[in-house]
């Protein structure tokens, strides 16, 4: 090992931020250098409102932050970027021709439709061994087909793919990221047949790289912008890949969740499985760092709990979230938790009253107040946690003895004990910032600043990130509907 710096660029659904990792022998510090708020736009199209991703705003913020770790840094050798899943740009002579759709928009409904006539669910799954979410890129990408948008393009770009475009040139398609479109056969190559048969021109979507692979310098304008100039590196660019390299974790005998705005809930496995069973229970086969399949069932996540606060807070209500906690840690169990699935909780708004209505129509009790509808998320968070890991093992034959959970979920300490207790085995909580540590180490690891494979990684992890464990309580009897 070598004494370095690496730079994490990490875009989550609701805000990003820019890491520094101070890497000098047997020690990593961890720090954030930008953090700044990632909030879509509503735009008027002629007939309706779309749900765009301000992306140029975006870069502008992560310009901001590198030039802030190029002051901070005295040996700044490579630079990643992540971001979540599905979304993308089209470009036509290198230029963005709009801003990227959200993926809460609702015109992926009819993209859904529009394969679905072409191939059914099973067949599709078949090939690409990819969970049923109504946003996929592949449903995405058929209603920009349909609308006529296709035309214009000659390239799709996911959105860590065209930040890393912007920085060095380069149009690529990173392969964990790439996993999740729907695109990709089982072994990993895009689907051209599949491609074909939607009518999306397979020349649309440029080389498929390795997480980890070295893409070359800034672009001499970004690095006279941003005052200094470094390598880019192609990290595990899905945010959830780069989360699941750096869970301390030993694959063998344990699941993870990695828990933000979504709860990734799996296990890690040599190869796919895309059987029946495995497409019955929704599950996916996603590609993750060193080619390790991330085998997961995607849970609504932290967004059920950060959206409904930010539904009391527009209703005039102070709220304080670490207080709320404290209080519903104190507050008894709802007797029904509710299906974190259901895609009404699927788009902004008013989050309380869809979950109030979710109780009323099966004829129970809906949550009272805040500290009841906090402690009913969370419960019914934990009790979709506890089915996915049992299911994972069940259907991929992983002997799991523990669960660890990463990510903001991480740092819920009532989050944390109610699905110890559901799942009846410890879960081990940390790192909290699994995504940018996934990201620099892959990163470090490709400027040859640190060794190893994934395993090697991985116990490095654990020596500067000693875990909190949580042990099961007394077994619950909330009852699931």
């Keep these: 090992m070598m004494s370095a710096q690496v730079a994490a660029v990490d875009l989550g659904a609701t805000s990003g931020r820019v890491m520094v990792a101070d890497i000098d022998g047997d020690r990593l510090d961890m720090r954030t250098v930008a953090r700044f708020a990632n909030d879509p736009v509503n735009l008027w199209n002629g007939a309706g409102n779309e749900l765009r991703w301000n992306v140029p705003t975006m870069y502008g913020h992560v310009i901001d932050g590198l030039t802030r770790a190029g002051r901070d840094c005295d040996n700044l050798v490579g630079v990643g970027v992540d971001s979540w899943a599905v979304d993308y740009g089209l470009l036509r002579d290198g230029r963005l021709l709009s801003s990227p759709m959200h993926y809460r928009d609702a015109r992926t409904e009819r993209g859904v439709e529009l394969v679905h006539d072409v191939l059914d669910a099973s067949e599709l799954y078949r090939r690409n061994g990819i969970q049923f979410l109504p946003f996929n890129t592949v449903y995405q990408l058929a209603a920009e087909r349909a609308d006529g948008l296709l035309d214009l393009a000659d390239t799709v770009l996911l959105v860590p793919d065209l930040l890393t475009y912007w920085l060095t040139g380069q149009r690529v398609a990173e392969r964990t990221n790439a996993s999740t479109t729907g695109l990709l056969a089982l072994d990993g190559t895009w689907d051209r047949d599949l491609m074909t048969r939607l009518g999306l021109p397979h020349t649309l979507f440029p080389d498929i790289v390795e997480a980890g692979s070295r893409r070359g310098p800034l672009l001499p304008t970004v690095a006279r912008q941003i005052g200094f100039s470094t390598e880019v590196v192609s990290v595990a660019s899905h945010d959830t890949a780069s989360a699941v390299a750096a869970v301390p974790m030993d694959p063998e005998h344990a699941a993870y969740i990695s828990c933000g705005t979504w709860g990734l809930v799996g296990v890690e496995l040599d190869g796919p499985i895309a059987t029946d069973a495995a497409r019955e229970a929704n599950f996916t086969n996603e590609v993750?760092?060193?080619?390790?399949?991330?085998?997961?069932?995607?849970?609504?996540?932290?967004?059920?709990?950060?959206?409904?606060?930010?539904?009391?807070?527009?209703?005039?209500?102070?709220?304080?979230?670490?207080?709320?906690?404290?209080?519903?840690?104190?507050?008894?169990?709802?007797?029904?938790?509710?299906?974190?699935?259901?895609?009404?909780?699927?788009?902004?708004?008013?989050?309380?009253?869809?979950?109030?209505?979710?109780?009323?129509?099966?004829?129970h009790t809906p949550p009272a107040g805040p500290v009841q509808m906090v402690r009913a998320i969370l419960e019914s968070l934990a009790a979709a946690f506890a089915s996915a890991v049992c299911t994972a093992a069940e259907l991929s034959g992983v002997d799991v003895r523990a669960v660890h959970m990463v990510g903001g979920g991480s740092r819920n300490e009532l989050l944390c004990q109610l699905t110890a207790d559901r799942i009846g085995m410890p879960l081990l909580a940390g790192p909290v910032e699994a995504t940018a540590l996934g990201n620099v180490l892959l990163t470090a690891r490709a400027q040859h600043v640190v060794g190893g494979d994934l395993a090697t990684l991985r116990a490095r992890v654990a020596q500067w990130f000693p875990v909190r464990r949580y042990l099961p309580r007394t077994s619950r009897t909330t009852a699931v509907v």
């Design 288 to 363: 993750g760092a060193d080619q390790r399949i991330r085998f997961l069932h995607n849970v609504m996540g932290l967004w059920l709990l950060t959206e409904t606060i930010r539904q009391y807070e527009r209703d005039g209500h102070d709220v304080e979230l670490s207080e709320l906690l404290a209080r519903a840690a104190q507050a008894p169990a709802p007797p029904i938790v509710f299906d974190t699935d259901d895609p009404r909780f699927l788009p902004p708004g008013d989050l309380p009253s869809r979950i109030s209505a979710w109780y009323n129509e099966r004829d």
